[in-house]
């Protein structure tokens, strides 16, 4: 299938699968498999020395997590993929492979809980330093923050949970300026909303635990590369050279435009382990098949709460591109042309005890850590997904204590709005 022609829509269902390739099987089958028979002993020689494709293990590749990679790479403009077990472990993985052996990360510090922890505490003990960039709309705080040794400038293409949307074609120039790659967490908007490749990033991440699987039901998370990344100019040489995991020859000289990728799968993949299961590859596949038609949906039962959300007396700010005087509308309109997404944050006017009164009076909304899935979930980022951090840190991410998230699902927006009503009037 030449993807190329086809559509979102299309490649959504389609991309990465040919039914000749499996026995003709409909739907992409689960290949619930640990290992695959090497044939022959040539035919061994070959796929270990990357001459020929074949999978030997599902440790670092499998049929089904094979088509979730193409689809995704299909979905985000990329030229390979790498799925992994989690959206923490993708991150994890992208970081290290270009940071490794003493390299420094420059960091944007409005970022999901696991990462700034992973940022802040993790990495530093394994010799990656992290330069917190202070100001995410401020282009010089991005420039600030990067040394002769910094190795990749990391950020979310919306912030989560202060839903900040990054100019991510500025943010790529100056890392280009400075021969390093700009790696984007891409989880909030989806390629269906986004797609950072096209603006310059050149490492695209995802939680696909989240809106990709869509249905709260697989962890799994993602690796896309844009293929365009120059790996030669003299900072990555570990990309080119000699690798015991390809016979020592160069991964840059025999995969040059799924570098990235490959060095992850055969080094990270093959040696930390934190693979995915064909299973979970499933269930994100079929989630995937519907991504467009669902983020659409919730989008416009989105902008329903969020107009009902602000004229709430109990609502101090409603915290959504598009709702007036809102900092990122100008970004927004230039990324997010297809709906500003389906996550946002309102502070709750009161104290914590009427908070807790509001949720534990929330009959539908699931009080929940987590986003993206049918079912609309709400939390208190504060307590929950960012209970860990400083209260400043808190703070700089948009953790505010009144703030309460909203990921919105697919339930009918009136029933939605009647739910809050009810648990905001159940508080004096
Ligand atoms: N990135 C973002 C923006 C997230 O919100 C999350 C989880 O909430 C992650 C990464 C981590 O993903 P996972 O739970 O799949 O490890």
């Given at each position: 299938m030449s993807q190329k022609e086809y559509g979102f829509e299309t490649l959504q269902i389609r991309a990465g699968y040919d039914p000749k390739e499996h026995n003709y099987a409909a739907t992409v089958p689960i290949y619930q498999t640990t290992a695959f028979n090497f044939g022959d002993t040539e035919r061994l020689e070959k796929i270990y020395s990357l001459k020929e494709g074949g999978f030997y293990y599902t440790r670092i590749s499998n049929p089904t997590s094979d088509v979730?990679?193409?689809?995704?790479?299909?979905?985000e403009g990329g030229t390979a993929a790498v799925a992994v077990a989690s959206g923490m472990a993708a991150i994890t993985y992208s970081l290290l492979n270009v940071a490794e052996g003493g390299g420094e990360i420059a960091a944007v510090n409005t970022l999901y809980s696991g990462s700034f922890n992973l940022?802040?505490?993790?990495?530093?003990?394994?010799?990656?330093?992290?330069?917190?960039?202070?100001?995410?709309?401020?282009?010089?705080?991005?420039?600030?923050?990067?040394?002769?040794?910094?190795?990749?400038?990391?950020a979310e293409s919306i912030g989560n949970p202060l839903i900040n949307v990054l100019d991510i074609e500025g943010v790529a120039k100056i890392a280009h300026e400075n021969d390093i790659p700009l790696i984007i967490d891409n989880t909030f908007p989806t390629p269906h909303l986004?797609?950072?490749?096209?603006?310059?990033?050149?490492?695209?991440?995802?939680?696909?635990?989240?809106?990709?699987?869509?249905?709260?039901?697989?962890?799994?998370?993602?690796i896309v590369e844009s293929g365009k990344f120059n790996w030669e100019n003299g900072k990555f040489p570990h990309?080119?050279?000699?690798?015991?995991?390809?016979?020592?020859?160069?991964?840059?000289?025999?995969?040059?435009?799924?570098?990235?990728?490959?060095?992850?799968?055969?080094?990270?993949?093959?040696?930390?382990?934190?693979?995915?299961?064909?299973?979970?590859?499933?269930?994100?596949?079929?989630g995937i098949e519907t991504l467009s038609v669902r983020i659409n949906e919730e989008v416009k039962t989105t902008e329903k709460i969020v107009k009902y959300l602000s004229a709430h007396p109990k609502v101090s700010w409603v915290n959504y591109p598009g709702v007036e005087g809102n900092r990122n509308n100008k970004l927004a309109e230039k990324y997010l042309p297809n709906?500003?997404?389906?996550?946002?944050?309102?502070?709750?006017?009161?104290?914590?005890?009427?908070?807790?009164?509001?949720?534990?009076?929330?009959?539908?909304?699931?009080?929940?850590?987590?986003?993206g899935d049918a079912r609309s979930l709400l939390v208190q980022p504060c307590v929950a997904t960012h209970g860990s951090l400083s209260v400043e840190n808190r703070n700089k991410a948009g953790a505010f204590p009144e703030a309460i998230r909203l990921s919105i699902g697919l339930e009918k927006a009136e029933d939605l709005i009647a739910d809050l009503d009810q648990a905001f009037s159940k508080v004096n």
């Open positions: 979730l990679e193409k689809r995704i790479a299909a979905l940022f802040n505490h993790i990495l530093p003990q394994f010799g990656i330093k992290v330069n917190w960039i202070d100001d995410p709309y401020d282009l010089n705080s991005f420039r600030k923050a990067i040394t002769p040794n910094t190795r990749a400038i990391f986004l797609n950072p490749i096209k603006y310059g990033a050149d490492i695209v991440v995802h939680s696909a635990t989240k809106a990709l699987g869509g249905h709260g039901t697989a962890i799994g998370g993602i990309f080119t050279a000699p690798d015991y995991s390809a016979k020592n020859e160069s991964l840059y000289e025999l995969v040059p435009t799924s570098v990235f990728t490959t060095r992850i799968r055969l080094r990270y993949l093959s040696d930390f382990g934190a693979a995915i299961s064909p299973f979970n590859s499933f269930l994100i596949l079929q709906g500003y997404g389906t996550i946002f944050t309102f502070g709750f006017k009161g104290n914590q005890h009427d908070i807790n009164k509001f949720i534990n009076s929330l009959e539908l909304f699931s009080f929940l850590a987590n986003i």
